[in-house]
């Protein structure tokens, strides 16, 4: 495991429902990230948090909501989706900007499933 | 600029064989190249990487080749397992802007 935990690992929810997915890592980081994974697409950034400040929106629409309350942890509120966000959602963590070592980690991904 | 082109798509290897795959890219300010593998049902871990100053890189059977003038890099898999079957991701890092771009992956299969 690469110490960082991801929940639930599956999620199957109706347009007009709401739900968050968390992101949790143990691994001392000060980045955190949001990634989405779809069929034989390049992984796609969706937000950065550097020390519990968002650094990064790359054009997601508003019916994805990020939240970080500490370094730690890590959200995706969901509202309202399309069948289209059925994906793949990955939570990574990384050293923040500054620091020597570029390595992220990826948590294992929830499988969201838009119906 | 900004796309790193992963190459081939798929791939069928034979046990105990080498399995190559390549990535090229156009932005100079990328600083750190990684390759990740991922099984199903799991995250993307990192396998190996390197930085643009080194040719090679080399982690037991697995191997990075970079050529920084034609902007390319490969990973190399020596003695392909069963085992190795996942799908391979390059990407590419500036830290510039701390910006992690990634190929869109290669699902390799090692034939027992």
């Known amino acids: 495991e690469t110490g960082v935990t991801q929940t639930p690992r599956h999620l199957v929810m109706g347009m007009t429902n709401k739900k968050s997915l968390k992101c949790e890592q143990h691994?001392?980081?000060?980045?955190m990230y949001w990634y989405k994974q779809s069929a034989k697409k390049p992984l796609e950034l969706m937000f950065v948090?550097?020390?519990?400040?968002?650094?990064e929106n790359n054009s997601v629409p508003s019916r994805f909501s990020p939240e970080c309350p500490n370094s730690s942890h890590l959200f995706l509120h969901l509202h309202t989706l399309q069948p289209e966000d059925s994906a793949l959602y990955l939570c990574?963590?990384?050293?923040?900007?500054?620091?020597?070592?570029?390595?992220?980690?990826f948590g294992p991904g929830t499988r969201l499933t838009v119906t | 600029q900004q796309q790193v082109k992963q190459s081939p798509q798929s791939l069928i290897v034979q046990k105990g064989g080498i399995s190559i795959i390549n990535c090229a890219y156009e932005?100079?300010?990328?600083?750190?190249f990684p390759w990740y593998q991922q099984f199903p049902g799991k995250g993307p871990a990192l396998l190996i990487a390197?930085?643009?100053?080194?040719s090679e890189k080399k982690e037991g059977r697995f191997t990075i080749s970079f050529n920084k003038s034609a902007k390319q890099f490969s990973l190399h898999i020596m003695d392909s397992q069963p085992g190795d079957s996942a799908t391979y991701f390059c990407?590419?890092?500036?830290?510039?802007?701390?910006?992690?771009?990634f190929g869109t992956g290669t699902r390799l299969k090692v034939l027992a």
């Open positions: 932005n100079t300010a990328f600083d750190y």
């Open positions: 948090y550097n020390f519990k400040e968002q650094t």
């Open positions: 990574a963590s990384s050293q923040a900007p500054g620091q020597k070592s570029y390595e992220q980690y």
């Open positions: 390197i930085r643009p100053d080194v």
């Open positions: 691994l001392g980081h000060n980045a």
């Open positions: 990407a590419a890092f500036t830290s510039g802007t701390y910006k992690y771009i």
